[in-house]
């Protein structure tokens, strides 16, 4: 079993519609949630995070977290061209003298059509 | 105003080589992170220092080495390339490894083709 697992897509999403994207962890240690958008060929840059469990709204963007199913997902409202990207689910694992490490999920590859 | 920078951009070189990556950051941040994305867009960490000593140290051969003479840079030094080696690196860096969410920040990647 992957430590981070996503469905890797593509999802198709027509303009203006709302994107929904899942994540599930193994690891119920899990402190922190990233949400990283890669375009291709380009860096990931950050989203938002999220560590309590329920909602977290930023702008278009809702990450939910549900530490109990071990899942979070990250909604996307109002879904753009723009939007069309490969979205990365990143997990810090518990406190540990390895420090900071994230573990990425394999990513979903958004597809917004106009 | 670069925040994570990296050089070069590309690399490519014949296997059997001796190759290095350099990486800087002008965040001010403690930690600096080498990320290995291969050619299925998996992204797996390979190493981690903190203040100049390496703090994670994941299962990679050792032919790859890194070295951070300040906490502001962060290189990468692969001896004997192979084909399997070639992938996009990334580095990056969070203000603290050891606090909070800790949000990463990435550099603009290395792609690195073994010929």
């Known amino acids: 079993q992957k430590e981070v697992e996503q469905n890797s897509g593509p999802l198709s999403v027509p303009e203006g519609a709302i994107a929904s994207l899942n994540c599930t962890y193994s690891?119920?240690?899990?402190?922190?949630f990233f949400w990283y958008r890669q375009y291709s060929g380009k860096s990931p840059e950050l989203i938002m995070f999220?560590?309590?469990?329920g909602d977290k709204e930023d702008g278009r963007f809702t990450a939910q977290l549900n530490k109990a199913s071990q899942y979070v997902s990250l909604l996307i409202r109002d879904s753009q061209p723009s939007d069309s990207a490969t979205y990365l689910c990143a997990v810090k694992s518990r406190p540990s003298a390895a420090g900071n490490k994230l573990t990425f999920g394999g990513g979903t590859r958004v597809l917004v059509k106009p | 105003d670069t925040a994570v920078s990296q050089t070069p951009k590309y690399l490519v070189t014949q296997m059997g080589n001796d190759k290095s990556i350099k990486c800087e950051q002008n965040?001010?941040?403690?930690?600096m992170y080498w990320y290995k994305q291969d050619s299925k867009k998996f992204l797996k960490i390979m190493f981690s220092y903190n203040n100049k000593e390496l703090i994670i140290n994941e299962t990679v051969p050792n032919r790859f080495s890194p070295k951070s003479p300040d906490k502001a840079h962060l290189n990468l030094h692969i001896n004997s390339l192979e084909l399997g080696d070639s992938a996009v690196y990334f580095c990056?860096?969070?203000?603290?490894?050891?606090?909070?969410?800790?949000?990463?920040?990435f550099g603009p990647g290395t792609r690195l083709t073994v010929l």
């Open positions: 690891d119920r240690g899990s402190q922190s």
């Open positions: 999220i560590y309590s469990n």
């Open positions: 965040l001010g941040h403690d930690t």
């Open positions: 990056a860096s969070s203000h603290s490894a050891l606090q909070g969410p800790d949000t990463q920040y």
